[in-house]
């Protein structure tokens, strides 16, 4: 998209937020809100500081995840200025005033201390952010439903917030084809991250969350957190969950591949994706988000059994044993946006047999949402089953191959439309 078109939604999202903000404010009671933009903390006992990323409700006006100790004041008549903190420092570079288009609606000054400007505040003022960094600051400190109304305001995007999550993901499908040609090379889980950096031109402090890449085995711990510097002596498969974080949005896609001559293990992989396009497909308007998780389940049941893995058993009675749970635990998904798991996704609890669901709403046009079907051998998981009477009805011969693989999980993010939805990911990266 070209810059002066983004340049033109990103003022049309400012503007839905002065009158959304002023609704709000109207309601809560108060004459306006101070934002804090948040920094990062000190490491305990050292000089080196944790990296940081910035406050939602704060990279929701200005995208400006690297910004610390700045403040956004927004007043209910729509005024909304920006101190950018612009410190006397000769060890570190100094965030320059931005010549954007958008500082046209939120004026800019700089600032050097750290505190909240030192002006006369409307008379109902709310603060919000890091309790730590909104210590001193006027106003009511983080009020509740105030909090509430914010979150619930960044569950339907504008146009300008997909394009950026649609921008994110383009730039990260570049390193999901990067990270699969090195592992198809040989390369270890050290070796395809850096392929996956290069291709995104993204630093690891800047990614939405710590890019999950585990061949073999570590493909079926769900967010492994580790990068062996060495290629496993048998590739069998690579598992990547990774996003890019571009203007403040994120995209959070997973890709798993066979290695060449793992037929069995890749073919399962297909049978996966096929059900997770068939997921993406039923995103739409009034669509329960809990009812296809459940759907999910099922389809996953129809999977095991037409690969073999389990047997004599009916796809309902599958699931409802929790045999399909044990191969795939987590959630289907979750809503993205400024945040990888954003915010606002539970107007209900996530039901008992769902515990880890983090999106239990009524899909809506606006919501941006993953869909993530899994199928994994986890160990912790699936050996008290084949302990239980349960048994019966799993082929453990195939298991116990297919464990060395790991597990497969296939995400993508989508836009629910007026129409139905739209495939954010596979527009950028069809397989
Ligand atoms: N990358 C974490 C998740 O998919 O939720
Ligand atoms: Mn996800
Ligand atoms: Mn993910």
């Known amino acids: 998209m070209p810059d002066s078109r983004l340049a033109t939604l990103q003022a049309e999202h400012i503007q839905h937020l002065q009158t959304a903000y002023a609704d709000i404010l109207n309601q809560q009671g108060y004459d306006a809100v101070l934002i804090s933009s948040g920094a990062a903390p000190m490491r305990y006992a050292d000089d080196q500081a944790h990296h940081h990323q910035g406050y939602g409700h704060f990279l929701h006006w200005v995208g400006l995840s690297d910004l610390e100790h700045s403040w956004l004041l927004v007043e209910k008549d729509g005024r909304v200025r920006l101190w950018l903190h612009t410190p006397v420092d000769f060890w570190h570079a100094v965030t320059p005033i931005p010549a954007e288009g958008w500082t046209r609606l939120i004026e800019v000054t700089g600032q050097a201390g750290i505190d909240a400007p030192d002006i006369t505040y409307p008379e109902r003022l709310a603060v919000i952010g890091d309790p730590a960094q909104i210590s001193g600051a006027p106003g009511d400190a983080n009020p509740p439903s105030l909090l509430a109304a914010l979150d619930s305001l960044r569950v339907i995007k504008t146009a300008y917030e997909v394009a950026c999550i ?31 950096q290069q291709a995104t031109g993204q630093r690891e402090t800047q990614a939405p969350y710590h890019s999950i890449i585990g061949l073999n085995q570590h493909a079926g711990t769900l967010h492994y957190q580790h990068y062996d510097l060495q290629a496993p002596h048998r590739p069998r498969s690579l598992l990547i969950d990774a996003g890019v974080r571009y203007r403040g949005y994120c995209s959070d896609i997973t890709r798993t591949t066979a290695a060449p001559g793992e037929n069995r293990f890749g073919a399962l992989i297909a049978g996966l994706e096929s059900l997770q396009k068939r997921l993406c497909d039923a995103v739409a308007p009034g669509v329960d988000y809990i009812e296809l998780h459940q759907r999910a389940h099922l389809g996953l049941a129809a ?3 037409a690969s073999e893995l389990v047997q004599d058993i009916d796809d309902a009675g599958m699931v409802e044993k929790g045999i399909t749970r044990a191969f795939f635990p987590h959630g289907l998904g979750h809503f993205l946006g400024i945040q990888v798991h954003d915010v606002a996704g539970k107007p209900r609890p996530a039901p008992e047999h769902a515990p880890f669901l983090r999106l239990t709403h009524s899909l809506k046009p606006g919501m941006v949402v993953t869909i993530e079907p899994g199928l994994y051998f986890i160990p912790s998981l699936l050996d008290p089953l084949l302990e239980s009477t349960d048994r019966r009805y799993l082929n453990r011969p195939l298991i116990d191959d297919l464990r060395g693989c790991g597990g497969i999980r296939i995400e993508d993010n989508v836009l629910v439309t007026e129409a139905g939805a739209r495939n954010l990911t596979r527009t950028h990266l069809p397989v």
């Open 166 to 196: 649609d921008q994110a993901s383009a730039i990260a499908a570049r390193g999901h084809n990067a990270a699969r040609d090195a592992f198809l090379a040989g390369a270890s889980e050290f070796g395809i991250n850096l392929a996956y």
């Open 303 to 305: 999977l095991l059994k």
